[in-house]
């Protein structure tokens, strides 16, 4: 049976308010001169030095840890419950964009911002556990004079809207500890927005990798009036064809990180487990940080990827790192980074369906960004992740198959046993006959109704040679189900907190053993089931 639910379509997708959501897989430092520094890029701002000293608490210090650059430095120390967002208002009010995707720790970070207030600070929140408060507050600066900056401008060859904002303050990151941050922009008016930052890891060694995934953000970002889903008509047709992260993100500032990313991290650090961040671009250009990692954990949509970056996975994998798909539609489009702007790398160029536009073809096939299971270059998702896309939208109950697995461990499940609204908004299936590794075993065959036609969304793990053990949820609300029924929750899509619990234990059961090495060595083999989950060759 292959695929035959994955549109192309102008709709919204339900979890994340995205418009425009088109498918295409049918068929298929604190001191001396750092400080001086900083005081004098803040007035260049606009501002005299004794007007923008920044806030000297004990935020501002590095810790005196051996190694505070390492997460786990960071995990007993104080968090703090103000670090959300309490007023938008207008998009224009206050928003903001980086000069660098991640930095590493003791990089300066420049922000190019635009306010219709006088004045604002920025707050840096490290993402955590940090005792249920959730964040951390890393440093803040002290006031910086706003600006209304120029227009969005709209390179005309690929639709790509660009800010090109002037730099309006640069910040060091000395004693940051490696992780996720939000930088939180507070308007002396009132109004806030958030700005995400990757403060990534050099060194995996021994470590379970967090995945975050830029490319995707920025994908969806309609920022300006365009994404890679719809232009300013909002008509598919009128999109862009390569984005830029030259420019703020749209909504919050940060919204695919807080539905998709965000639970995920407060529970991999809540576990305790040695972590590792980088996100997809920085494994584009270097592997290294996979180098003898026990780990990489894929998050909740990470659909956007170029060859490369599947590769080193791949390499990694084949090499004994385990890799966790915590998502649905994971690397499904083909993409590539490309310079402009600010820099290197800060342009994600992706033709989808007008590919034939695309300056690569026919000439470099393996670049084409279209769908990675489309010709001319067709590498089906599944050879690494196990299953494949098939649609949307869906709204369905998860269903436990192999209740026994070792994943399932401690959560009562019982074979049949079923948890409303878990499977959606997009979904993944096991494909009989597509490329997947082996042995391979469905964990949980959920039936479900997509666009009119009946299917199922399969949960489901393989090992290789390696011994590496390869999960994929088939969901993508598996990371939004570990907030569900709680105040945090958001759009939990109806999930309750029995689902809450469901997922939280088979997460923790999952990262605790992929932190351990291949899990091959450690864990029950897969039991092969394809031909009898779906009574056809597998």
Known sequence: MSPHHALEHTGDTGDTGDTGAERTGKGSGHGGPARRQFLGLCAGAGL???AVACDHTSANRPSPAADSRRPEADRDRPGTRDWRIGSLGPPDAVAGYTDRISVTPGQECGLHVSTTASSFRVSAFRVGWYGGSHARLVWRSGPVRGRVQPAARTLSATRTVRADWPRTLAFGTEGWPE??????LDADHGRQRYVPLIVRSTQGAGRTVLLHAPATWQAYNRWGG??????ASGAYATRSLAVTFDRPYDANGAEKFLVYEWAAVVLAERLGIPLAYTTGTDLHHDPGVLRGATAVVCLGHDEYWTPEQRRHVAEARDAGTNVAFLGANTCFRRIRLEGGGAGAGRTVVCYKSSYRDDPCYPSRPALVTTDFRQAPGAEPESSLTGVMYEGYPVDAPYVVHAADHWLYGGTGAR???SFDHLV???YDRVTPGSLVPEPLEITAHSPLVCAGS?????SAYYTVPSGAGVFATGTMRWVEALMAGTPEGGRDHGMDARTRAFVTRTTENLLRAFAEGPAARHRPAPRPNTRQVYGTPG
């Open 226 to 231: 365009s994404s890679l889903y719809s232009g």
């Open 424 to 426: 959606g908004v997009e």
């Open 48 to 50: 005299g030095a004794a």
């Open 179 to 184: 992780g996720a941050y939000l930088l939180r």
């Open 415 to 417: 074979p049949g046993e």
């Open 454 to 458: 009946r299917s199922h969304s399969d």
